[in-house]
């Protein structure tokens, strides 16, 4: 029956979410990451269940149901004979991040798969076991902390009601908030006052310090978002253009708007007649007579694409993290630099405080003209601006764009749409479209258990990627977790769960075939005409060096393997 079939599909579900998790998980806790990797609820209604607790006491063979310490239920994994072995590396993983250390690159050099290798290599150690979290919650604590510090007894409420949700910082991987503040320790401070722990964003200390020394200086991290003194005197020159008699037509204003050329800068200039109707020979005329003609202004881009990053070289390793998953064959990664992290981060503060203002974002509206498939903009979500590409229109109201530096694609409103500022263009799209090297789905798609183990692996983790080829703009690359005792590689993974066949070679992802958002909008690295391009750091980069042969010599279905 149908009730039969979705539970026996949901009990592996479960099964692959417990045992991603060493601790256990709360009812709760598997709620909520059913509903994040799923996207929809526990289907207990349809199962005839009226909590989970009841539904998880039906799945003897997948769930044992233990308590802690403080009482609470804690729900574990019981692993059957394909789970087995997976359940014993999650077992085995650290709560804390090793350092590196020979073992890691000894690790790395007998379980890396080769093909085609005429010079065996060896590689250097890379740790890659740190918690880490997402640049836009970095960016939303950075703001938090940006006009004031603030004590840590306070960090939650004040996060609650600046962006209407708790901090949930255990999802990243982290186990307390201080773990969180010393992964930030490069721009958060921790400081001992008699109130207790105080945050302080590091800029906001150096600015401290700049204006004791220079008291002319301002050491506030932003601007402020009130209107500048350049603006007041535009808007009081507009006011009084409104109170003298234009003469004649509307031909003969040249000289008129000439006094307020500083309003032209900041304002459409349509915006003036629709503030101040035109007066003729005392007679008030509506401002409808002369159609309004958007202006775009000269440094928005129109006809321009985002570069892609540069090619990462073969066989390199390379520290990453995966941003967004559709699949072990489609799915987006970003390459961990500091450097790189803190130009988006930058690019994304500078967007949100310039399109903040509301001159400056009228400034930029897009005429429904240029609201067309391939237009390069940005767009606000969440009272933060991101870089994306139209990718369709949906009717009057609505686009589906794609996320240049995130990789995915989401149905937004039109008029949250700007024009992107020229300036912006210079940073390369940070999303790389990925595939999982060597393997292919047993059943000829992806399962949704495979999908969802996949996506657990991956999740807010920093990993190493192995590179092995680019396949029409594809990077194929192994992943490895090495904050295990033993690494573990996720095609093996998959595997050893009968999700997927290591098949040797690559075979062309077939949801890049059907769609590949990054071919069809963003240019190749070094195609981007005159526009500047700002390679990353790749300081995890490291490049294979040659070594004997038969250490590197190994079979994809050998024990290593």
């Known amino acids: 029956s149908k009730r039969a079939q979705l539970m026996e599909v949901l009990k592996k579900e479960v099964r692959a979410m417990l045992i991603a998790a060493k601790a256990g998980l709360t009812p709760e806790q598997l709620e909520e990451q059913y509903m994040a990797m799923v996207c929809k609820p526990l289907p207990l209604r349809d199962l005839g269940f009226q909590s989970t607790l009841e539904l998880v006491t039906q799945m003897p063979e997948v769930v044992q149901i233990c308590s802690s310490k403080n009482g609470a239920l804690i729900l574990k994994a019981i692993a059957d004979d394909s789970t087995k072995g997976i359940a014993k590396l999650v077992a085995n993983q650290k709560l804390k991040t090793r350092k590196a250390s020979k073992k890691t690159t000894t690790k790395a050099n007998s379980a890396f798969p080769t093909k085609n290798f005429r010079s065996p290599q060896s590689f250097q150690p890379l740790s890659a076991g740190t918690p880490v979290l997402p640049a836009v919650v970095k960016a939303e604590l950075q703001d938090l902390l940006s006009s004031s510090p603030l004590l840590l007894a306070d960090l939650d409420k004040a996060f609650l009601r600046r962006f209407g949700r708790v901090f949930q910082y255990r999802q990243y991987g982290f186990l307390s908030v201080f773990e969180v503040l010393r992964s930030m320790s490069d721009s958060i401070a921790v400081e001992q006052t008699k109130a207790g722990s105080l945050l302080v964003l590091r800029k906001y200390l150096a600015g401290k310090i700049e204006q004791q020394e220079v008291p002319q200086t301002c050491a506030a991290e932003m601007p402020s978002l009130e209107p500048t003194c350049e603006t007041k005197s535009c808007y009081q020159a507009a006011t009084l253009m409104d109170s003298e008699t234009v003469q004649t037509q509307a031909v003969d204003l040249g000289d008129r708007l000439k006094q307020v050329s500083c309003w032209e800068n900041d304002l459409n200039m349509s915006k003036v007649f629709l503030l101040h109707p035109l007066k003729t020979g005392g007679k008030k005329e509506s401002f409808e007579q002369f159609p309004r003609i958007p202006e775009i202004p000269p440094d928005a881009v129109q006809d321009r694409s985002l570069c892609s990053l540069p090619p990462l070289k073969r066989r390199c390793l390379v520290g990453v993290i995966v941003e967004f998953v559709v699949s072990p064959s489609q799915f987006y990664i970003h390459v961990c630099s500091t450097e790189a992290s803190y130009k ?137 977790d090495t904050s295990t005792k033993e690494d573990v590689y996720f095609h093996s993974v998959l595997r050893d769960m009968g999700y997927a066949d290591v098949c040797g070679e690559n075979i062309p992802s077939q949801e890049f075939e059907e769609l590949n958002p990054s071919a069809l909008y963003v240019q190749p690295s070094g195609n981007q005409g005159n526009a500047e391009v700002v390679e990353p750091d790749l300081r995890l980069q490291q490049e294979s060096r040659d070594a004997d042969r038969e250490t590197a010599t190994l079979k994809l279905n050998g024990a290593e393997l």
């Open 344 to 480: 988006l981060q930058d690019l994304m503060f500078e967007m949100r405080h310039v399109y903040s203002h509301k001159v400056a974002s009228d400034k930029y509206i897009m005429p429904e003209s240029a609201v067309r498939p391939g237009q390069l903009c940005c767009v606000m979500v969440s009272k933060w601006w991101y870089r994306v590409i139209i990718h369709r229109v949906i009717n009057d109201q609505e686009v589906e764009v794609f996320y240049a530096d995130y990789g995915h694609l989401q149905i937004v409103q039109k008029s949250w749409l700007r024009f992107l500022k020229w300036h912006y263009l210079k940073l390369p799209a940070q999303a790389i479209p990925c595939s999982l090297a060597w393997v292919k789905p047993v059943e000829g798609t992806w399962s949704s258990a495979a999908i969802l183990l996949f996506k657990h692996l991956c999740r807010f983790k920093e990993l190493v990627g192995i590179v092995d080829e680019y396949v029409d703009g594809v990077l194929y690359l192994f992943l490895c």
